[in-house]
């Protein structure tokens, strides 16, 4: 006869937590056996089956600048993250790069990522900052990914301080999404010019006072 888990049992050995074993199992994702007074019990069969399928790890890299004169930046990400993967020993299906603000949720990259993690056909995001991924908000789309099975893995942790050029591409995506249509685009130039210099100047001061 087939050994058969509780719930508790099949969480631990599938690394995932009790509420997503229950959206799995009314998906039809898991086989369950319901007992004579109404429980869950999992076969080890459909455990076995899943750690099988999930003994081959499936990564998406994903990288991201703001200009495209950082595009060396963008590369030099790549080349990170896919030597970290293969220390790792995962398997890299997809790489995905955006050159656009970390504030600019319409990124083709960052919607085929979305798409890929909807479709439950990756296991595990790669990004060297967080900030690659937004700039705002990473905590909520670390929680959602989470919720479709899939890991977020940064391997860098926080970006340096000093990356002002990251900085000033962000202020100027900010000011032209608010300017909009309502400014002509004579003064939109004007003020983002003016905007470049000021930060500029700041910058400056700042190394003085490190120096």
């Not at 249509?181 to 010019?193: C, D, F, I």
Request: hydrophobic letters at 35%; proline letters at 1%; one cysteine or more.
């Amino acid at each position: 006869m087939e050994r058969l888990l509780r719930p508790k049992e099949a969480c631990q050995l599938l690394s995932i937590s009790y509420s997503t074993l229950l959206r799995w199992i009314r998906e039809g994702k898991i086989r369950v056996v319901t007992t004579e007074g109404g429980k869950y019990r999992i076969p080890y069969s459909e455990i076995k089956k899943y750690l099988e399928k999930r003994e081959e790890i499936r990564a998406v890299i994903y990288a991201r600048v703001s200009s495209s004169d950082q595009k060396e930046d963008l590369e030099r990400q790549i080349n990170y993250l896919t030597n970290y993967a293969t220390a790792k020993g995962y398997k890299v299906v997809e790489v995905l790069k955006d050159i656009a603000s970390g504030l600019n949720t319409q990124r083709k990259g960052l919607l085929n990522l979305f798409k890929l993690v909807e479709e439950r056909s990756i296991d595990v995001v790669l990004i060297t900052y967080k900030n690659r991924l937004t700039r705002f908000g990473f905590e909520y789309i670390e929680e959602f990914f989470s919720t479709m099975g899939v890991k977020i893995e940064v391997i860098f942790g926080e970006e340096p301080k000093d990356a002002t050029q990251e900085l000033v591409e962000d202020l100027i995506f900010i000011i032209t999404s608010f300017a909009g249509n309502g400014m002509r685009s004579h003064k939109k130039t004007v003020l983002v010019q003016g905007v470049k210099k000021l930060i500029g100047e700041l910058s400056g001061e700042d190394d003085k006072v490190k120096g």
